[in-house]
Structure formats: structure tokens, C-alpha cells
């Protein structure tokens, strides 16, 4: 997959975690349980990648064969936490999935940002990146997680909402 290129392109550090014995992850009890199909170039980094933690800040949630319902907990976790943003009048508008247009976690950072999908739009490959800044910063991003991804390790991407400093030049990657 072209995007799943570009990635690691962006990212040599990530090459070094890509794996090709990889089980196959059950996709289809994720997204019975969490209501949603996933963007096709998450499903593809989830195939040759375990979770990873980018430039010891940025952790990105990918679920592993025979954990699935631990990475769909993470998700729950996730989502509650949104769900009293919004009751409390804290989450600019966002609103947790399965609300139309409802946010899907897919990552946070050492400090305490939230990263999102929005759902919506004609599916999946459609969704935008929502920044939940720890600052109260919310920003979006038009594009995959995996343009994002490299958008931002290549300096393409403006990192808002986030330290400006991140990522570094050479960013490390980290597997859990």
C-alpha cells in the first residue's frame, strides 16, 4: 500500500519493527465490538506493525492477534474520557462514536493529547485526524492516519496542538 510506503519512508526508524510473520488480527470481532470499519491504511500498518510509540511521545493503538479485546478496551477508555469532556462542555463540539460524526481513538501522547478519527463522510478512508491538544487546543488534519503520520516527521505537516519541538529531526521509534 502506497501510504504504508510513504510511512516508512518518512520514518526509517519504523522499518526496523516491520515484521512479515505477523498473525492476522481479528478484524472482524474489533469491529463488531467497536461499531466501525477501520481506514484501510490502519488496517495495513496493523498488519506489519505491533503498537509503536513515536519519538518517545506520540503512542499509536494497534491492535495485536490475540489481544483485540484489550485494544478495543483501550478504545472504551478512550471514548468515556470524550464522553464527560462533552458532558462537561469541554470537547468543542466533538462528540464520541457512534454519534454521527462521533470520534474513534486511535492514539495519545506521554503528555496527555488525544488523537482521533472522525467518523463520517463516504467511509473509513474518508475520516479526518482530530488533534485533542492538552492545552484545550483541537485541530484537525484532512487526510489518513498515515499522511498525518508523515506529514508531521517530515515537517509537512504542522504539529498543532502539540509541542512544537515534536517530532524531533531523527525521530526514534519504540515498540510496546
Known sequence: MQMLDDLEE????????RRSDLPPVDWALIEREV????????VALATYYPPFILDDFLSVHIPEAGRERNFVSG????????TSLRDDGMSHGYVPFPEPGGLVPWGDSCDGDDFYWKTG???PDEWTIVVAGR???WCEFRGSLTQYLA???KGTVAPEGLPP????????????
Open 151 to 153: 506529514g508531521l516527521v
Open 165 to 176: 519541538d515534536f517530532p524531533m529531526d531523527d525521530p526514534t521509534v519504540e515498540v510496546d
Open 10 to 17: 518518512a520514518l526509517p526508524a519504523l522499518r526496523a519493527h
Open 75 to 82: 478504545i472504551r477508555r478512550m471514548a468515556s474520557a470524550l
Open 135 to 137: 492545552n484545550d487546543d
Open 35 to 42: 461499531g466501525c470499519v477501520f481506514p484501510a491504511d490502519f
Open 121 to 123: 463522510g463516504d467511509g
